[in-house]
Each structure stands twice: as structure tokens, then as C-alpha cells.
T-cell receptor
């Protein structure tokens, strides 16, 4: 079967660092994506990992361990505008999305 | 560059009516995806096309749902007859191919009364 797990909700303080974890079990693997979705808006692409290791893009980084079926999204120097849902999605062939982690950033 | 364009943005209709959602993918993208998003079930893939050909429609909930892509720049998702449980946000997305980021339209917020 296909299964993607993420925490449902997280909270953090402005300026802090937060790590959002994602574990997956899929019948195949061609890559893992992270998307950001603000309330009432469409998902937007954040990062893509296909090989093990860390991909850094500004304040956001994403890590992948294929042997462990594990990824995380790291957000640094949190800002209020980072309050959103973060969706982990795995591609065996088509994209399968997790249910998302709702992050609330407080002042 | 224009993004993925969906219409209408909002649709409210009575159960039993036919609903047609429209999508224009980004020019040059050869894969198109239809998703449904609800609080309970999250983002679910309904169907996707590659080069205008339906590749996987296993996510289409039942025969009331159908999708077409008559050319590279247009796709429709039709629900006939509609039911209240079809109420959701429907997203269309496109990309250049396998393992490329998908770009989402703004979605259609559908309410079936």
C-alpha cells in the first residue's frame, strides 16, 4: 500500500527554526516533493529530493533518507508569512500527497 | 508567463445538476492533473493526462465523474449528476513530465446544495 505520514499541526515562534517530518511507504520511489499551501490558496512547489541528503534553498532546506523512508523540511528564521500547511508528496509514478502539516507561527 | 488557469473560481449549484470545470495548463507542459481537496481526505489525485491521453483514472470516484483533454491547452472535469458529497476544492495542475514540479491553478470551489 501507499502511506505518507506527517504531523497534523505544529506551532513555532517568529525567528525560530522548525522541522516538519514526513515518513512514507510506497511501492516505488522516483522523488519526494514539498509544497506550501496558504489557507484558501493553491499549493506551491518548495523543494524536490531524489537522492539522499540535504537540499538547501534560502531559508528552507529539505532532507531525504531513502533507506529510512524519511524526509524533513527545515524552516529557518521563521516569519509570520510562513504560517501555512506544508504537504509532503512522494512519486512512485504519480504524486501521492500526505494530508499536510499546518504550521502556525506566533509573534 | 501565465500559470495554470481554472474556471470558474466558485460554483454553487443544486444536486442533480451537471457541473463542468475547466483548465488551461501552462504552455509547453505535457502532463495535466486533476485533484480534489477536502478537509477530511486532503489532496487526492483524480486523473492525469500525458500528451492529452488519460494515463491513470483510478482516483475518479465513480462513473458520475468524467474528464477530457481534447487538445494540449484545454481540459474539462465533468460531474453529472452532482451530489452534495462532491463539494470540495478542485485543482488542476500541470508539469513538463515525470518528477518535475507541478504547478497548480487557483482551484474551483464547488458547493453542491
Amino acid at each position: 500500500g501507499q502511506n505518507i505520514d506527517q504531523p497534523t499541526e505544529m506551532t513555532a515562534t517568529e525567528g525560530a527554526i522548525v522541522q516538519i517530518n514526513c515518513t512514507y511507504q510506497t511501492s516505488g520511489f522516483n522523488g519526494l516533493f514539498w509544497y506550501q499551501q496558504h489557507a484558501g490558496e493553491a499549493p506551491t512547489f518548495l523543494s524536490y529530493n531524489v537522492l539522499d541528503g540535504l537540499e538547501e534553498k534560502g531559508r528552507f532546506s529539505s532532507f531525504l533518507s531513502r533507506s529510512k523512508g524519511y524526509s524533513y523540511l527545515l524552516l529557518k528564521e521563521l516569519q509570520m508569512k510562513d504560517s501555512a500547511s506544508y504537504l509532503c508528496a512522494v512519486s512512485p509514478d504519480k504524486l501521492i500527497f500526505g494530508t499536510g502539516t499546518r504550521l502556525q507561527v506566533f509573534p | 508567463d501565465a500559470g495554470v488557469i481554472q474556471s470558474p473560481r466558485h460554483e454553487v449549484t443544486e444536486m442533480g445538476q451537471e457541473v463542468t470545470l475547466r483548465c488551461k495548463p501552462i504552455s509547453g507542459h505535457n502532463s495535466l492533473f486533476w485533484y480534489r481537496q477536502t478537509m477530511m481526505r486532503g489532496l487526492e489525485l483524480l486523473i492525469y493526462f500525458n500528451n492529452n491521453v488519460p494515463i491513470d483514472d483510478s482516483g475518479m470516484p465513480e462513473d458520475r465523474f468524467s474528464a477530457k483533454m481534447p487538445n494540449a491547452s484545454f481540459s474539462t472535469l465533468k460531474i453529472q449528476p452532482s451530489e452534495p458529497r462532491d463539494s470540495a476544492v478542485y485543482f488542476c495542475a500541470s508539469n513538463r513530465g515525470l518528477n518535475q514540479p507541478q504547478h497548480f491553478g487557483d482551484g474551483t470551489r464547488l458547493s453542491i446544495l
